[in-house]
């Protein structure tokens, strides 16, 4: 079975800064996907970046970027010049190609923007 | 906005209960999936449909059962309920293509359910 995990709980980060939230993960399948989603205070689940272990090319999404590590079973999620509206709960999921198509989830980290 | 949309919002009632949580996917996706997030769990898969059949099951209890309707909506529903199932249910929809699937997960707001 595959696990994710977020070793970092809580994180903080002035505005403007730049922070990276990690995440790892432990699977024996080549081929799968990875994704960032947020959770903000209203608590809706928002996808922020996606990846495809195929591709070796990281994601960017405006502000966000990944660092996909496939042999180390890593992928961060880099937030440069962070904004108040940033501050959430930001969850790593990683999921199959082939098969149960389910979200495994991380525990999560918590960010804080410090204004 | 997502998109999938899932009522009610809320949801309070008392133990022994039973509740019904209802969600419509996206326009045009056939798969729905639900996931429960609690403090102690975290978020984890219960059940997946696909165009009206069960696709896959994860940790979901036989008190819990769900179905997808022929216009795609699909309803979750929790009987015998204990103060353990209080969380934050949602539902979340993608296309489901094929094998492999290459469809993304977007996630309604979620029914918050309090069992007192």
């Known amino acids: 079975a595959q696990t994710v995990t977020q070793s970092q709980p809580e994180m903080s980060v002035q505005e403007a800064e730049t922070v990276t939230l990690s995440c790892t993960y432990d699977?024996?399948?080549?081929?799968?996907?990875l994704f960032w989603y947020k959770q903000p205070p209203s608590r809706q689940m928002i996808l922020v970046i996606r990846q495809e272990a195929y591709k070796q090319q990281n994601a960017t999404e405006n502000r966000f970027s990944v660092n996909f590590q496939k042999a180390a079973k890593s992928f961060s999620l880099k937030i440069s010049d962070s904004q108040l509206g940033d501050a959430a709960m930001y969850f790593c999921?990683?999921?199959?190609?082939?098969?149960?198509?389910?979200?495994?989830f991380g525990t999560g980290t918590r960010l804080t923007i410090i204004p | 906005d997502s998109g999938v949309t899932q009522t009610p919002k809320h949801l309070i009632t008392a133990t022994g209960q039973r509740v019904t949580l209802r969600c419509s996917p996206r326009?045009?996706?056939?798969?729905v999936y639900w996931y429960q997030q609690s403090l102690d769990q975290g978020l984890q898969f219960l059940i997946q449909?696909?165009?009206?059949?069960?696709?896959a099951k994860g940790n979901i209890l036989e008190r819990f059962s769900a179905q997808q309707f022929p216009d795609l909506h699909s309803e979750l529903n929790l009987s015998s309920l204990e103060l353990g199932d209080s969380a934050l249910y949602f539902c979340a929809s993608g296309r489901t293509s094929g094998s492999p699937s290459t469809d993304t997960q977007y996630f309604g707001p979620g029914t918050r359910l309090t069992v007192l």
């Open positions: 999921a990683y999921r199959s190609v082939f098969g149960n198509e389910k979200l495994t």
């Open positions: 699977t024996s399948e080549s081929d799968y996907y």
């Open positions: 326009s045009g996706d056939l798969s």
């Open positions: 449909y696909y165009n009206g059949e069960e696709r």
